[in-house]
């Protein structure tokens, strides 16, 4: 499933080690087919949209230097990720344990 750009842009970020400029972020973004465009300049939706999103209080995104961005709070986001395997296994165990 495409996500959208921000979206994408978070999981992206989440498993970089140091902040990334926007290009890198579209880039592995259209590599592991998280997002899908026609436009000729993603790149630049995703660089306006995060510099939109940063001037929220609650944006989980800064800007480090210009055109490069990270996440305030990567942990935030592997525990998320952490959270959902455990509750697709805690559903598989479910399932087999119904068919008991």
């Known amino acids: 499933m495409k996500k959208s ?3 994408a ?3 992206v970020l989440k498993d970089a080690e140091e902040p990334l400029h926007y290009r890198d972020i579209t880039e ?3 590599k ?3 997002i899908e465009t026609n436009g000729k300049t ?3 939706t995703i660089n306006v949209q995060l510099s939109v999103d940063i001037g929220n209080e609650d944006s989980d995104v ?3 230097k210009p055109g490069f961005y990270s996440l305030k709070n990567p942990d935030k986001f592997k525990c998320s990720e952490f959270m959902i395997e455990k509750r697709e296994l805690a559903n598989k165990i479910v ?3 119904d068919k008991l």
């Open 28 to 30: 592995k973004s259209l």
């Open 42 to 44: 993603p790149w630049a």
């Open 32 to 34: 592991n087919n998280l």
């Open 9 to 11: 842009t978070k999981d």
């Open 62 to 64: 800064y800007r480090s």
């Open 95 to 97: 399932e087999y344990m």
């Open 5 to 7: 750009f921000k979206s």
